[in-house]
């Protein structure tokens, strides 16, 4: 059975992303830059929403041949379009690449049958889709990096849930610039 991950880089207050969907409070020091690399690369399959797979294939699928990219980031941008990816949307996309396919149906479903495939760990993002694993009771590990800064509001981390989730705290660690990362496994 394969392992499910939700892990982001979050402000303070618990939001991945201001209401207008800015991202550029959480540019990470290089050590985290390294240390997410690091995470990706031991990822078999990412899962992604819409909107995220939009953001991250806009940048990444090219993200090695940006002017003044880094070794890390050259080698992020090759090691995310390598990767397996699923891409669940209920709107019509025209065109998919960089090693991913579309899932219209229903998403549960899916990534329930995925987890019980042979392979290794699969990442979920996207605020929604994960919104949604998490409901389910199929997020097994959350990754949270939280940055020192209040954004007020925006797209939260955390869904609202029906009961509570028991988390045991496996790590911890801080980065540059006052990020702290916390690793937590559902009991």
Do not use: C
């Amino acid at each position: 059975m394969r392992k499910l991950i939700y892990g982001m880089n979050l402000s303070l207050d618990g939001y991945i992303a201001t209401a207008g969907g800015d991202l550029g409070w959480s540019g990470p020091s290089d050590e985290l830059f390294q240390w997410w690399l690091e995470r990706e690369q031991a990822i078999d399959l990412f899962l992604y929403g819409r909107r995220l797979w939009e953001t991250m294939s806009s940048y990444w699928s090219t993200g090695d041949q940006q002017p003044g990219a880094t070794p890390a980031e050259i080698e992020f941008a090759r090691n995310w379009r390598d990767t397996p990816k699923v891409l669940f949307s209920s709107t019509t996309i025209d065109k998919v690449d960089w090693n991913t396919r579309i899932v219209t149906g229903d998403a549960i479903a899916e990534i329930t049958r995925l987890k019980a495939e042979d392979g290794g760990p699969m990442r979920v993002g996207g605020a929604t889709l994960a919104g949604a694993a998490m409901r389910a009771g199929l997020v097994d590990e959350y990754e949270i990096v939280t940055h020192p800064v209040l954004l007020g509001g925006g797209t939260p981390f955390f869904t609202t849930l029906d009961s509570w989730v028991n988390l045991n705290l496996v790590e911890t660690r801080a980065f540059p610039g006052g990020m702290v990362l916390t690793r937590y496994e559902r009991h």
